[in-house]
C-alpha cells in the first residue's frame, strides 16, 4: 500500500513538471527559402543586343523564326544573292571561305533577294536547291527578304544605317566582327579584298 502511494506522487510531481513546462503553442517553422536551380535565368540579366547584329530574328526557308543571336562570337559575312545574276558564280568563292573558316568562328548568313532584275525567281526549295546543285554551298541560306524600299528587312535597315547607301546589286556584303558589329562593306565587284578583311577579323 505504501510503494501505490509513493508511485501515486511522483506520478503527481511528474504531471506538474510537465504542465510547467509545456508551451502554450507551438509556432510553426518559417519556410525555407528554395534555391535557385541550374535553369532559372530569373536572376540571369538579359545580354544587351543595342546596336548588334543580334538584336534581330529573320525567317528561315521553312518559315520559322531565327534569331541571329545564335551566332553571337562569331565573325559573320552577309550576303545578299541571287541565282540568276552574273555575280552568281561568286558562291563558289563564299563556300570555299565557309569551309577554310568555319571552324575559326566563321559564318556566311545568304538573304536570296528577287528586287534586281528578277534574279532570284523562285521559292525558298528552287532557290536552296539551285544553289546546292550547282555550287554545293554549306552555309546558312534563308528565306528571300527585300533590301530596299518600303517593305525592306529591318535587318538591312540596321546594316544600311551602319554603313550608308542603297543596295546597288546582288552580292552586297556586309562584314561584321566577334561583337556583332558592321566593320565593312563591299559592293559586288569587290571581291579582292574580302578574305583578307575576313582574316583579320578572326585574329582579333
Same mark, same amino acid.
Given at each position: ?11 503527481? $510531481? ?5 504542465? !510547467? ?36 530574328? $529573320? ?25 540568276? !545574276? ?44 539551285? !544553289? ?11 528565306? &528571300? ?27 552586297? &556584303?556586309?562584314?561584321?566582327? +566577334? ?5 565593312? +562593306? ?17 585574329? &582579333?
Amino acid at each position: 500500500m505504501k510503494k501505490i502511494r509513493i508511485l501515486a506522487i511522483a506520478l503527481m $510531481v511528474l504531471t506538474a513538471f510537465y504542465a !510547467c513546462t509545456k508551451p502554450d503553442s507551438i509556432e510553426p517553422t518559417p519556410p525555407v527559402p528554395e534555391e535557385p536551380v541550374a535553369n532559372d535565368t530569373s536572376t540571369v540579366p538579359e545580354e544587351d543586343f543595342t546596336d548588334k547584329i543580334y538584336q534581330f530574328k $529573320v525567317l528561315a526557308g521553312n518559315g520559322d523564326s531565327v534569331s541571329l543571336a545564335q551566332y553571337k562570337d562569331m565573325v559573320i559575312l552577309v550576303v545578299n544573292s541571287a541565282t540568276q !545574276c552574273g555575280y552568281t558564280p561568286q558562291y563558289t568563292q563564299l563556300e570555299q571561305w565557309y569551309q577554310d573558316y568555319k571552324d575559326r568562328g566563321f559564318v556566311i548568313l545568304d538573304f536570296p533577294c528577287n528586287q534586281f532584275g528578277g534574279q532570284a525567281p523562285g521559292d525558298y526549295d528552287d532557290i536552296h536547291n539551285y !544553289c546546292t546543285d550547282h555550287y554545293n554551298i554549306t552555309f546558312p541560306q534563308f528565306a &528571300k527578304i527585300n533590301v530596299n524600299g518600303a517593305n525592306e528587312s529591318p535587318l538591312y535597315t540596321w546594316l544600311k544605317s551602319k554603313k550608308p547607301g542603297k543596295i546597288q546589286w546582288n552580292f552586297t &556584303k556586309f562584314l561584321l566582327n +566577334r561583337n556583332g558589329e558592321v566593320v565593312e +562593306r563591299f559592293e559586288p565587284n569587290n571581291m579582292g579584298n574580302v578574305e583578307a578583311k575576313i582574316e583579320a577579323e578572326l585574329e &582579333k
